[in-house]
């Protein structure tokens, strides 16, 4: 996910081994550079613990303002079929709360969290919430939003499931994995998957993937969606599965590029990494690579070099001599996607976050999960790049099985933040450097 704050902060949380409680609780590749040791020690605070069950798995999601604060979102029960989404505001200077956790909405079921901060650093928060179909599934199918305005959390729908083709079964399912942005001009930009069948399954698999955006001024007019990519009911038809992983970036005019997974089944047999641009009224999309199963994608713009670069983990590469499970970063020079480094040293990739430096260089934080002997490492890495032809890589942390949903930020001093969450503790880490 990539914002527009006024300081752009990353977080790399090392361990100093604390139990998490307390506070938390109340609320063609170059070639790669060996890991190089620390040159200092991270520091690592603890945030937010995380109660997770049921059909909820921990989703975290934290952001910078322009006042130095912290937001973290994140999915927590408190018992049985009692699911919510929070918010928690913590001082980036001192690492103490400056709020009370907030229960944002209270849901039965949602794939997926997207966070954003208006100018005036007011959170919004989107989720698959909403009604219920009225076959009776049992999973929320609407594209929902909620702003913390007025001292209180306001909700309103940004797209309901509905189908309107079908005239007998019309209940879809928007939402599946989601994310958003909101510009310098305080316009919200949302990316969203669509299911044309909630109760009849048939076309469940078959995603299209759809856009929107409006004002964060006025958040109860919603335009019609735009269609980035998807199925064709036309003629003999064509069915494929669009937006796994989506993400949005915004170039230097504020015009969104969508990043995501994209799989057709035969006669195509296509799959792989694209991205949709705007030109003019339409979307155009794009492979950056093809032959190959995506995970979690991260986009950010360099405005200094005006490019693009997105970070992706490879599940698997289905081309001759591919590989599986491994990190891959590529930035669109004069038009053409380039891969410039790969991280293949271990099982890796998973949870990548991206951004750049005030040097312009770009830092991405991501999981290691094991070497490709088996080994288990659970590991929080950062790749650093010096130039075109050097990154460096680093493990920030390899205790209490962290690394998992982390976002990096960076501010003025080039201090480095990596929020990160560990599995094992079962709660949200900071760390910098």
């Not at 049985?80 to 989404?85: F, L, T």
């Not at 796994?244 to 005019?253: E, G, M, N, P, V």
């Not at 390899?398 to 560990?422: A, E, P, R, W």
Request: hydrophobic fraction near 30%; proline fraction near 4%.
């Amino acid at each position: 996910m990539q914002y527009y704050p006024k300081n752009t902060f990353l977080v790399i949380l090392t361990m100093i081994y604390i139990g998490c409680g307390g506070g938390g609780s109340s609320s063609s590749p170059t070639t790669q550079v060996p890991d190089d040791p620390l040159e200092k020690q991270w520091q690592s605070v603890q945030l937010n613990t995380i109660e997770s069950s049921g059909l909820h798995r921990a989703n975290v999601k934290s952001m910078i303002d322009s006042n130095d604060q912290f937001h973290i979102v994140y999915f927590s029960s408190a018992g049985a079929n009692d699911y919510s989404i929070y918010h928690q505001m913590w001082d980036s200077r001192t690492f103490q709360p400056v709020n009370s956790k907030t229960s944002v909405i209270k849901i039965d079921n949602c794939r997926d969290i997207g966070m954003g901060l208006t100018m005036d650093s007011l959170p919004i928060v989107v989720y698959q919430g909403g009604s219920f179909p009225l076959c009776g599934e049992k999973e929320q199918s609407d594209v929902m939003m909620n702003v913390f305005t007025d001292n209180q959390w306001k909700e309103s729908t940004i797209e309901i499931g509905r189908v309107e083709r079908n005239p007998v079964i019309n209940n879809g399912v928007a939402g599946g994995f989601l994310d958003m942005v909101v510009d310098p001009l305080n316009q919200v930009h949302v990316c969203f998957q669509f299911f044309y069948e909630g109760c009849d399954t048939m076309n469940v698999n078959y995603p299209d993937l759809w856009y929107v955006t409006f004002s964060a001024d006025t958040p109860d007019q919603i335009p019609e969606h735009e269609t980035v990519e998807g199925n064709s009911f036309d003629g003999a038809g064509i069915q494929n599965k669009v937006g796994d992983y989506c993400t949005i970036a915004l170039d230097s005019t504020h015009q969104p590029m969508i990043f995501y997974y994209y799989e057709a089944p035969l006669p195509e047999n296509e799959k792989g990494l694209r991205v949709a641009m705007k030109n003019g009224l339409d979307w155009q999309p794009e492979w950056i690579k093809k032959d190959c199963e995506i995970g979690y994608i991260s986009a950010a713009w360099n405005d200094k070099r005006s490019i693009m670069g997105v970070a992706y983990y490879v599940i698997k590469d289905f081309s001759y001599g591919g590989s599986d499970h491994f990190l891959e970063y590529a930035e669109r020079i004069n038009g053409q996607w380039k891969i410039l480094w790969t991280d293949d040293s271990t099982l890796c990739g998973n949870y990548c976050s991206l951004t750049f430096d005030n040097d312009d260089h770009p830092l991405i934080a991501y999981r290691s999960d094991e070497s490709r002997s088996g080994y288990q490492l659970n590991a929080l890495k950062l790749c650093r790049g010096k130039n075109d032809q050097i990154f460096e890589t680093e493990t920030v942390s390899n205790t209490n099985n962290m690394g998992t949903h982390n976002t990096i930020f960076v501010d003025d001093s080039n201090t480095i933040y990596i929020t990160s969450y560990s599995i094992e503790k079962k709660c949200v880490y900071m760390l910098n450097q």
